[in-house]
């Protein structure tokens, strides 16, 4: 199914062609672009991927809120042992912090 395909190339080109589409017809500028509503966060490499093309179109203000909802997993550790990781986003979002909290908010 496409849910295994999400993490992909085909899927960076869609957020940033979403991007450009928000700035050329509504003259918008997005502040924040979330990963997945309510899913796992992704990858690593497709962390870096995405925020190496949102640089490349110039979306270097629009910054990457991981997670929203769906399981942290391995995500902590990942954020404390990578700064690599660490440099590509702005903030974890938890979308029901409250709710079977395992990690803060």
């Avoid at 496409?2 to 928000?22: G, H, P, R």
């Avoid at 497709?46 to 093309?53: M, N, T």
């Amino acid at each position: 199914g496409w849910a295994e395909t999400f993490f992909s190339d085909d899927n960076i080109k869609y957020q940033v062609d979403w991007l450009k589409c928000m700035k050329s017809e509504a003259s918008a500028e997005i502040d924040y672009l979330g990963i997945w509503n309510e899913r796992a966060w992704g990858d690593v490499r497709y962390i870096q991927r995405l925020r190496s093309a949102l640089d490349e179109a110039n979306f270097v203000k629009t910054q990457l809120i991981l997670s929203d909802g769906g399981p942290l997993g391995d995500l902590p550790e990942k954020i404390e042992n990578d700064p690599v990781l660490r440099s590509t986003f702005h903030a974890v979002g938890r979308h029901y912090p409250c709710k079977n909290a395992s990690w803060p908010a």
